[in-house]
Structures are given as structure tokens and as C-alpha cells.
């Protein structure tokens, strides 16, 4: 069994600890984040060490660690302490939930999470510390470069080059062959047809709000009766 | 194996029974729905009996009872059939696939539907009376409250709140922390970043129907030869 310590106190560590704890080949031992964050000496019940001496509580070579901070900054701040944690001389884990379906010959980093019902298609590359929400589907013949972040039930198709401390929310769709600059931020449910340039931002058209009650619109969009 | 009685004779009713029958611990005994809407005496092999006597013939203290209605007039139809077997004194028993992904300590309450590949993350709160469609995905730290429906590969994000009586279309996403008001209609597709208004109904734009035929346009669409 692989000994933990978990980065972060958000509630994106928290899922991390949950996820881990639920896999019998993890043991979360301990969290830690920079001293100037800790609130409380514990979270999910366990300690909270500062950053700046894990190392001397829990000495890299018998512990590997995680870091488990969401897309914050564009993934730069996971980024920083992914570099930090390495300089450490930390083992970071790559997580895969046992329900992804992942094709054999996957090439992936390490600080990488791969979670529920996720879908790597073969001939896949993902770099280091990539976070790929639930559900999302990554193409053939695709790379995912370093410290990504990819949302729920995204759907990247094949041939696609994804620059690093891209953000791709959910539900997002992301056609073949096209190549997303560095840093760029995709907006949930965005269709992604050409070519992207560095730190570009794509959003979803608002929705339409009729001007009638669901309780007056029901029964003409619900033609069928079910 | 405890035996339930299903309120519907529709296609709902019928998916339901299925569902029921080959991935559950119950078995299907009869359907029920209102007297002057018995069409036949059975439905799959399975006696139909008025909902307004089937206490008497199916008592509650031996036999569950599950809704099987979709969401005709904003899940309000379901939501009264609901309340109606409850009053009779019918435990109302949920389904959760054995194809979803759901996790230890799942709160969910009564007549909810699970279906196949639907993720439920941890720390989620399901209220009753609650559908989920196949590949739906419910966020961490997020509410749906009771007599929802979301549909086919929807996304509620992590520490969103589904209001009661909703329903969220297919392929819809609902970005973090937002909270969908009373039965609003989210249509299939839209994006929902911000908090809703009660009874809103949010559609989105329509395609763009090209000029030119399909077998004209192909080369330029698919951009890699699949």
C-alpha cells in the first residue's frame, strides 16, 4: 500500500482523499498546504502539516504525494506546487478510477488524476499533472500537454495538440485535427471547431429565457405524452 | 425478494419494469395507474389494476410501489402520483443501476431512478423522486432537490443546486455553484451559468442550416480522412 500526503485542503482534496480511500492499494496519511493556509489541525480527520517541513514529517522516501488543487489560476497554482513538491524530491502519483476505460498503450505523466468513466481512446498522450473530470472521452492519436484541465464529460476528438494550462469545461466539444494554444480557456458546453491562439477565451452563447412559465410551456414542448 | 407494483403503463413504465426486473432485488408484480386510464387488462404478462383500489388488492404492508412517469407538466404528474401512494402508506423504492457510478454513503431518498453510466461524485445530495438518465453527471458538494429530471448526459456541476420539480435537458450544463430555481425547463444543450428564475424556461439557438447539401460539404467538415 502507497502512503499519501495529499495537497490542498479545498474541497477539490477532499474528493481526492475520498477518492483515494475508497482504492485499497492508497493510504491518505496526511494533508499539507503552505503555513500561512492552515486553518485547522485537521481535515477529514487527518493532520494538516505546513508545506514548508513535510519533508521532515513525511520523508519522500517513504511517502509519494498528490497535488489536488483544482484549475485555479489557470492551473498555475497546482503547477507551482506540483514543481515544488518534485524539488522536494517527492514521487507524484497518477490516479485512474478502475471505471475509466483506458486503451492499453496510454503514455501519461505523473500528478495526474483520471476519474470516473473517463474514455482514453488509443494512441493517447497526456503529459503531467493533467486533471481529466468524469466522463470526459479523449480521441486517438491526441496529446494532452502538461497541467491541463479537462471537465466533466468534455469530449476531445482525435489528432488534437492541447498546449499546456489549457482549461476545457465541461461538456465542451473539441472537433479533430486542430490544436489548442497554451493557456486557453474553453467555457462549459463551448463547440471548438478551429484552431485556438495562446490565452484565448471562449464562452457559450447565454441561454434563450422564454417569456412564458415552464408550468404554461410544458405540454408544447413535451409533444409526446411519456 | 421484495415485490413492488409500478404506477404507469407508459414507455417509462415499461423501461422501468425492465430495469427492475434484470438489475434489482425486486420483482415486478403488477402495473396500477387511474381507473379511466386502463386501456388493458395487462401490460408484459402483468395483471393492470386501478390505482384507486390497489391497496386493497396489493396491500402496502407487503408490496413497494415505484412511479414510473417522466416529466410530463414539469414532473408535477409524477410528483402527485407520489404523493397520492404515500398517502395509501407504499414504500416507494429507488433503482440505481449497476452500470452507474455512484460511491459509499450516496444520499439519495425515495422513487429515484439512477440509470446506466449516470456518475454521482461523493459528498451529493439527492432528494426523492428524482430521475437521472444514463451518463448524467452529478458534481460533488451539489443538491438535487426533489421530483427532478435530468436527462440523458446532463452535467450539474460541483456545489451547484437543482431546485424541485426541474428539468434539465440533455447534454445541458450547469456551471458551479449555480443554482436552478423551482421547475425551470433548461433545454437540451444550454449552458447555464448563472442562477435562474423560478419557472424559467432556457432554450438555446438553433443550428445553422448550411447551403449546401451534405455529400457537397463533406470535404471541408471532416478535416481528417476518418
Redesign the interface.
Known amino acids: 500500500m502507497e502512503k499519501i500526503v495529499l495537497f490542498g485542503t479545498s474541497?477539490g482534496a477532499?474528493?481526492a482523499h475520498?477518492?483515494l480511500s475508497?482504492d485499497p492499494s492508497y493510504e491518505v496519511v496526511a494533508f499539507t498546504v503552505d503555513r500561512a493556509y492552515i486553518e485547522e489541525e485537521k481535515f477529514c480527520g487527518l493532520p494538516v502539516v505546513p508545506f514548508e517541513e513535510v519533508t521532515t514529517l513525511y520523508p519522500p522516501g517513504e511517502y509519494k504525494m498528490l497535488v489536488a488543487i483544482a484549475a485555479s489560476g489557470m492551473n498555475k497554482m497546482r503547477a507551482r506546487k506540483y514543481a515544488e513538491a518534485k524539488e522536494k524530491g517527492y514521487t507524484l502519483i497518477t490516479y485512474i478510477h478502475p471505471?475509466a476505460i483506458v486503451a492499453s498503450d496510454l503514455v501519461i505523466g505523473d500528478n495526474c488524476m483520471i476519474s470516473?468513466?473517463v474514455i482514453c481512446r488509443p494512441f493517447l498522450t497526456i503529459g503531467n499533472d493533467v486533471f481529466i473530470m468524469?466522463?470526459a472521452t479523449l480521441g486517438h492519436d491526441t496529446l494532452i500537454k502538461d497541467h491541463c484541465f479537462i471537465?466533466?464529460?468534455a469530449v476531445v476528438m482525435?489528432?488534437v495538440i492541447m498546449e499546456p494550462f489549457c482549461f476545457i469545461?465541461?461538456?465542451t466539444t473539441i472537433m479533430?485535427?486542430?490544436t489548442l494554444g497554451r493557456e486557453c480557456l474553453i467555457?462549459?458546453?463551448v463547440v471548438i471547431q478551429e484552431s485556438t491562439q495562446e490565452k484565448e477565451v471562449y464562452k457559450?452563447?447565454?441561454?434563450?429565457?422564454?417569456p412564458?412559465?415552464?408550468?404554461k410551456?410544458?405540454?408544447i414542448?413535451?409533444r409526446k405524452?411519456? | 425478494m421484495k415485490k413492488i407494483v409500478i404506477f404507469g403503463t407508459s414507455p417509462a413504465a415499461i423501461q422501468s419494469h425492465y430495469d427492475f426486473t434484470n438489475d434489482s432485488g425486486y420483482e415486478v408484480v403488477a402495473f396500477t395507474v387511474d381507473r379511466n386510464e386502463i386501456k388493458e387488462k395487462e401490460l408484459l404478462g402483468l395483471p393492470v389494476v386501478p390505482f384507486e383500489e390497489v391497496e386493497t388488492i396489493y396491500p402496502p404492508v407487503d408490496f413497494g410501489m415505484f412511479i414510473a412517469v417522466y416529466f410530463n407538466r414539469v414532473n408535477k404528474v409524477r410528483m402527485k402520483k407520489y404523493e397520492l401512494a404515500k398517502a395509501k402508506g407504499y414504500t416507494l423504492v429507488s433503482y440505481i443501476s449497476s452500470k452507474a457510478i455512484v460511491w459509499p454513503g450516496l444520499q439519495i431518498g425515495e422513487n429515484c431512478m439512477v440509470c446506466d453510466g449516470a456518475n454521482i461524485r461523493p459528498f451529493t445530495k439527492i432528494g426523492n423522486d428524482t430521475f437521472v438518465m444514463p451518463c448524467a453527471v452529478i458534481g460533488h458538494d451539489s443538491v438535487v432537490a426533489d421530483h427532478c429530471y435530468l436527462a440523458i448526459h446532463a452535467v450539474i456541476l460541483a456545489g451547484a443546486r437543482v431546485e424541485s420539480c426541474c428539468v434539465i435537458g440533455a447534454n445541458s450544463t450547469i456551471l458551479n455553484g449555480v443554482t436552478v430555481a423551482r421547475e425551470c425547463v433548461i433545454s437540451a444543450g444550454a449552458v447555464i451559468n448563472s442562477d435562474t428564475q423560478q419557472k424559467g424556461v432556457y432554450t438555446v439557438n438553433q443550428p445553422i442550416l448550411q447551403p449546401l447539401p451534405s455529400d457537397k460539404l463533406a470535404n471541408v467538415l471532416f478535416k481528417v480522412q476518418v
Open positions: 474541497p477532499k474528493v475520498f477518492t475508497h471505471t470516473e468513466g468524469p466522463g471537465g466533466n464529460r482525435g489528432a469545461g465541461p461538456n479533430e485535427d486542430l467555457g462549459g458546453g457559450a452563447n447565454p441561454p434563450i429565457k422564454l412564458l412559465p415552464s408550468d410551456l410544458a405540454k414542448i413535451f405524452r411519456v
